[in-house]
Each structure stands twice: as C-alpha cells, then as structure tokens.
C-alpha cells in the first residue's frame, strides 16, 4: 500500500531555511504526480505546491512562489520542499500527498497523505 | 480564485443518524473537480469522495456526494462512531489553485 513519510521539519527563525523531506513507497513514485498541503495549528487546509511525475514541472501556492520550491529525485523515491525566506505565518504541520491522477496539468485530488511534520517559525 | 463556504460549521448529531454538510462555491466549475476529505484529531486528511460523487477506494457506501449548480453535499446515511470528525471540501483542477472550504465538524 502508499506509503510517505515526512521528515525534516522543526523550529526555525524567520528568514531562515528549511527543507523537508517526503519518502515514498508502495506506488510508482517516479509515475505519480506530488504535492505539498499544509496545515496551521487549529487550522484549516491549505495547498502549497504540486511537481509533475518527472518533476519538469512544478506549480505553488501564491503565499510561496519565490520562497518555496518543490522538487523529487526518482531514484530515491523521495520529495522535496525546500522553504526559503520563511515566514511567522509558515507555521504549520506540511504534509506530502499523491494526486489521484498521474495526468499534467494536475488533477489536484489527493488520494494519499503522509503522517506530516511540523514546521515552527518563531523568534 | 474559487472560494468555498462550507456549512454548518459543527454539526452536532448522534451515531445512527443522518448528516448533510453543504459546500458551496464562489463561481461555477466542472463536478468533476470537487472532492471531500475526513479529518480526525492529529491524524492526515482521508480522501472520501472525488469528482463530486465518486467514493474513493475503501470508502462505505454510507458516504455519498452530490452536486447541483455550485452547490455540493456530503451525505452521511447513518453515522458511526467513528464518522465524528472534521470534513472539508475541496476544488480541484483545472486551475492549479487548489483550495479547500474552512471545514465542517461533525460532533
């Protein structure tokens, strides 16, 4: 069955970095189109950024273009969310998700979701 | 960007009835992309429904969705102890602005 683990996340400065970390297993990862959903504390869900299957291409979220940027590496069966320039307001548990089409552009439908990590920003 | 108002906000109701959340959207789009998630307490989103009315895979049949115009619902027939949780609706493509509803909570 799907499986994705997150991992990378922890307490960070504003304007500091951070890059968290998806693996992935039980699926075709190098077939399957990826996302980043997250989740501030008490709050609702929001989307973040999406890579095709061969991670050529990539949209975000307004909040994030220019800071984040979504990547994967097909031998390893891995995402990537690599968050620049973060913010107070990034807190938030992030957590990687499998769209249920492998089309592009993407369907945006998640059909599988990790455990999360939690990203903290504060001073 | 499509903005969707989910309502109620809680629904306060007992195992073995029945629950209709609504979902409704700023401006009209396909069914087909239109899905639903649960949420429990500390755990990930669970895919229920998508493309407005299609049960995801392992999901009873007591789940069902519909839509009319810009006017989505969520319809659990009876509830089962563990249905009680937090529900979100959620636009998909075409437009890769993927945008969820504030969330209805069934308690």
């Known amino acids: 069955q799907v499986h994705l683990v997150e991992s990378g996340g922890g307490v960070v400065q504003p304007g500091k970095s951070l890059r968290l970390s998806c693996a992935a297993s039980?699926?075709?990862?190098?077939?399957?189109?990826m996302h980043w959903v997250r989740q501030a504390p008490g709050k609702g869900l929001a989307w973040v950024a999406v890579t095709s299957y061969d991670g050529t291409n990539e949209f975000y979220a307004d909040s994030v273009r220019g800071r984040f940027t979504i990547a994967r590496d097909n031998s390893k069966n891995t995402l990537y969310l690599q968050m620049n320039s973060l913010r107070v307001e990034d807190t938030a548990v992030y957590y990687c998700a499998k769209d249920l089409s492998s089309g592009w552009p993407p369907l945006g439908t998640f059909d599988s979701w990790g455990q999360g990590t939690l990203v903290t920003v504060s001073s | 960007e499509i903005v969707l108002t989910q309502s109620p906000g809680t629904l306060s109701l007992s195992p073995g009835e029945r629950a209709t959340l609504s979902c409704r959207a700023s401006?009209?789009?396909?069914?087909?992309?239109l899905a639903w998630y649960q949420q429990k307490p500390g755990r990930a989103p669970r895919l229920l429904i998508y493309g407005a009315s299609n049960r995801a895979t392992g999901i009873p049949d007591r789940f069902s969705g519909s839509a009319s115009g810009t006017d989505f619902t969520l319809t659990i027939r009876r509830l089962e102890p563990e249905d009680f949780a937090v529900y979100y609706c959620?636009?998909?493509?075409?437009?890769?602005?993927?945008?969820f509803g504030p969330g209805t909570k069934v308690d």
């Open positions: 401006q009209s789009f396909s069914n087909n992309y």
């Open positions: 959620q636009q998909c493509g075409p437009s890769p602005q993927f945008t």
């Open positions: 039980g699926f075709t990862f190098s077939a399957s189109v």
